[in-house]
């Protein structure tokens, strides 16, 4: 099993250019997740998805958007890229409700916006 | 909103005993979650407490204090592999299943 996956890996966006990123699960787990690491801030969740079709906003949700519209994917999007937006962004995904906590991690994908 | 607090940094010796702290300030508790990251890479699950007490697996355990708001990660035998930055999550149940991520300590082992 590949386990959670990322795509890209690296990218480099001009501010107002727009991106998608891609998260793939192979373990069939119904939640996911979309994180971003910031230097001293730690892990802050911007959308997540309890189930294939649906999403909920997190802490800070604004500038992006998301869909889940297979079970095995959930995709990031950013319309309009502000510098701001530089980050690490890491994907995770949850087996069920009782063990939620336990979440796997994506290897990351180090976006800067110039 | 959730308080969550752990130190920056801490420093040890290969061989020696640390013991990292967390404080949280949250309702609706559903469990502590301790979670390791090495520069560069993905945070890995290390142990969670979900009832008062100690949890011990091999050289980590965590204990929980709920009426205190208190956790400890606990590592022993420290190597030069556990350095790494340690991070304490609060999981509540009652907003659809989220984890919230203290700011990490990052953990230096020195030979």
């Known amino acids: 099993n590949a386990g959670v996956t990322q795509t890209p890996k690296f990218r480099v966006l001009k501010t107002g250019q727009s991106m998608t990123l891609l998260c793939a699960q192979d373990?069939?787990?119904?939640?996911m997740y979309w994180y971003r690491q910031d230097p001293g801030m730690g892990l802050r969740l911007i959308h997540y998805?309890?189930?294939?079709?649906?999403?909920a906003k997190g802490e800070v949700p604004d500038g992006y958007n998301v869909s889940r519209l297979k079970k095995q994917n959930f995709l990031l999007g950013l319309e309009s890229a502000a510098p701001s937006q530089t980050s690490v962004y890491f994907c995770?995904?949850?087996?069920?409700?009782?063990?939620?906590?336990?979440?796997?991690f994506g290897p990351g994908t180090r976006l800067t916006v110039t | 909103g959730q308080n969550i607090d752990q130190p920056t940094e801490m420093t040890a010796t290969e061989g020696a005993i640390v013991q990292i702290n967390c404080t949280y300030q949250?309702?609706?508790?559903?469990?502590l979650f301790w979670y390791q990251q090495h520069a560069g890479e993905a945070p890995t699950f290390l142990s969670y407490?979900?009832?008062?007490g100690l949890e011990e697996k091999g050289r980590f355990s965590s204990f929980l204090s709920r009426s205190k708001g208190y956790s400890y990660l606990l590592l022993k035998e420290l190597q030069m592999k556990d350095s790494a930055s340690y991070l304490c999550?609060?999981?509540?149940?009652?907003?659809?299943?989220?984890?919230?991520f203290g700011r990490g300590t990052q953990l230096t082992v020195w030979p």
């Open positions: 995770a995904s949850g087996r069920n409700r009782e063990v939620l906590g336990e979440q796997y």
């Open positions: 373990m069939n787990h119904e939640y």
């Open positions: 998805s309890v189930g294939e079709g649906t999403t």
């Open positions: 949250t309702s609706g508790f559903n469990g």
């Open positions: 407490n979900v009832l008062d």
């Open positions: 999550a609060v999981f509540r149940g009652s907003t659809l299943g989220r984890l919230y």
